[in-house]
């Protein structure tokens, strides 16, 4: 393993491994349900030994893993197909655009690569359960993985979360905790819950880990593109950590010397839930009060990540952008009819921003576009099933 | 691309290229719906020039496929994990079971293999239009691979089918066509619209192609093994194409000298959909008059290639096992808790089948035992959500 420190994204304050677990005691406040989380904590490797280590004709990410490899669990997480999408290109006017089609991860969704490295991380730490908040993708992912590494999941859920969200965790035998109240009050619980009884808490941005395990799609493009950063990728932004993984991958190539630039780095939400997306704008934070959409993955008063985000937006001369819910289902829907990628409604919004993004000629028709497609469509067949009608059937003679 | 002819599995008959394209002349009678296919043809390729042209350094198994590579879409179908299922394994008593996850494809199951190839043929015949009759997987991955490679997928199904199960294929940009009938009577519909309208037909068994495009889930399973042919592998059959595709891919691999020996091919059926089972146990065939299983996919009263499943398991020294429908969710149960995969109730046949040969002594706890999981259990949540119990909430304090 590579060594590494912690750097607070805050006030920059550097730790040691083990000296610190989940955020910067120095601005950690007490968790005050509804806002972001304070003192979020970045990875930082001695990349001139990464780079001495780093073999390009037999490359190894693991490397860029802030855990030994023997911590690592035997579940294919990940590797998910990177491929060219010409047809869907074609329609937006641009000649190299791509899916990073990530909701072929084994739960359905990019977060499984979240839930590995925290699973590996309680290993390490001889934990034996893992603790989250959440209604949706985080949960099921945790839960497929702590099946697959022998662990016990622990979700708190709010009461009112629909039964069918939580059938992939009650099949991988997790411990499901209904709260009554919000995902705000199931959060708060989250946090008690590992401080009183102990575990390791994969709460996103909370633990460390969520960025770093985020950060292999990253990892996975740039080889999968033959060692070359693209021009640009789109990332469907809720609570920023996705899109802080993302930055953190080309980060951390060129500081190990693997290559000179970043992609530009697209921020797309969903117009009903854009705190990042005004951050971004702005440069003022703020919470929003509600936050009401059809991509529910990405649907968040107040995002973990926001400061990440921001840097990772600004820092990549990328840009930011919204999107409405019914241009969401038309992504949807162009993405299906154009590639055969079949994403949920969070997934399509960057397909949704593709068509503001072509209106505003914001990128050349020769740029290498990938598309990041964060959870696959079976995920949420409630929400398209709406807006569908089936033609008339007909007699057989 | 390696020289091949067409044989009928029935009578022997050869037939060269485009002098036949679904079964065989000489053996097909007027479809009765109902009654399983007669005729249907298997590729025998010249193995010699297989031989010869095969690189274990460089593995290609386009070599390995009746088809040009030119035509084949730009779609990552198959490359899905081959991986150790330690805890799963431990339950069961074998040392050395693996899983593999074929759920994983674009549009979640392994049919995804067959529509490849027939829509390669299609490009290669500038055919347009592909038609196909189904309520389910081979629907949904028509139609994606349709919407990947620019072509029309046509799907005749039952009125009463699930609108839930036509979501894919419509936002895909298929032409769904309802029918007033049974399942029968679509499939009968789909091939006098090929005959009559032209496009080509991907109907399982019917188009040749379909096994071959499913056997690549084999020549995969041998490659990620490390060229190693295992001891047995676990299928789950409805109509006995994929088993049939198993089956050709290890016997392909034999003739081209590549390999010594076929694995033992384990035929798992659920109880009240078994027509294949019965025909293996006693050698004589017979039509189901009814079949209903909670295994939707593999549900079907006159599998199309019923000989040749059959002939896979004989001739590979396996058996065949049936299960219940309780026994089939109790293996899905099983399989997500000890593995972490969520498999469809029909790709849970083969862990409620290992129950069954676990008590019954069928393998050596050392042998190098593979699930082939077949579709992902995203597919189908109404099935399972019968029986699952939320815990009962709790109060915020």
Redesign the interface.
């Known amino acids: 393993m590579i060594p590494f420190v912690y750097r607070c994204t805050e006030c920059g304050k550097e730790y040691k491994r083990d000296e610190v677990k989940y955020l910067c005691p120095d601005c950690e406040n007490n968790y005050v349900p509804g806002n972001p989380l304070r003192g979020v904590l970045s990875i930082e490797f001695d990349y001139e030994e990464l780079s001495r280590a780093f073999d390009k004709r037999i490359p190894c990410w693991d490397l860029f893993l802030p855990i030994e490899s023997k911590y690592l669990p035997?579940?294919?997480v990940g590797?998910t197909?990177l491929?060219?999408a010409?047809?869907l290109g074609k329609h937006f006017g641009l000649q190299n655009l791509w899916i990073k089609?990530d909701g072929?991860?084994?739960?359905?969704s990019l977060k499984d690569r979240a839930s590995y490295l925290v699973v590996a991380e309680a290993s390490r730490l001889n934990e034996t359960e893992i603790v989250a908040a959440s209604t949706g993708n985080a949960a099921s992912s945790l839960?497929?993985?702590?099946?697959?590494?022998?662990k016990k999941a622990i979700i708190y859920v709010p009461?009112s979360a629909p039964?069918?969200k939580?059938?992939?965790n009650?099949?991988?035998?997790a411990k499901?905790?209904?709260?009554?109240?919000t995902y705000d009050?199931a959060f708060k619980?989250s946090l008690e819950h590992t401080k009183e009884k102990g575990g390791l808490n994969r709460n996103t941005a909370y633990h460390p880990f969520t960025i770093e395990g985020k950060k292999t799609v990253g990892l996975e493009i740039f080889t999968q593109n033959g060692f070359k950063v693209p021009d640009a990728i789109l990332v469907p932004v809720g609570d920023g950590v996705i899109i802080s993984g993302v930055y953190k991958a080309f980060y951390d190539l060129m500081k190990a010397g693997l290559s000179d630039k970043l992609p530009k780095i697209i921020c797309a939400q969903a117009e009903n839930s854009s705190a990042i997306h005004a951050y971004i704008e702005t440069g003022e934070y703020e919470n929003l009060k509600s936050s009401n959409t059809v991509a529910d993955s990405i649907s968040v008063c107040a995002p973990s990540n926001a400061h990440m985000a921001r840097k990772a937006v600004l820092e990549s001369n990328g840009f930011s952008i919204t999107v409405n819910d019914a241009e969401i289902m038309e992504g949807?829907?162009i993405l299906?009819?154009?590639?055969?990628?079949?994403a949920e409604p969070s997934a399509s919004v960057t397909v949704a921003a593709l068509q503001k993004i072509k209106e505003l000629e914001l990128f050349s028709p020769d740029e290498q576009i990938i598309l990041l497609v964060t959870g696959?469509?079976?995920?949420d067949?409630e929400t398209?099933?709406k807006n569908?009608t089936?033609?008339?059937?007909?007699?057989?003679k």
């Open positions: 035997n579940f294919p590797n197909p491929h060219k010409g047809i089609n072929l991860n084994p739960s359905g839960s497929s993985v702590c099946a697959a590494a022998g009461a039964k069918a939580m059938l992939q009650i099949l991988c035998g499901v905790i209904p709260v009554k109240g009050d619980l949807q829907k299906a009819e154009k590639s055969g990628v079949f696959h469509g079976l995920k067949i398209p099933l569908i089936l033609p008339e059937a007909i007699e057989v």
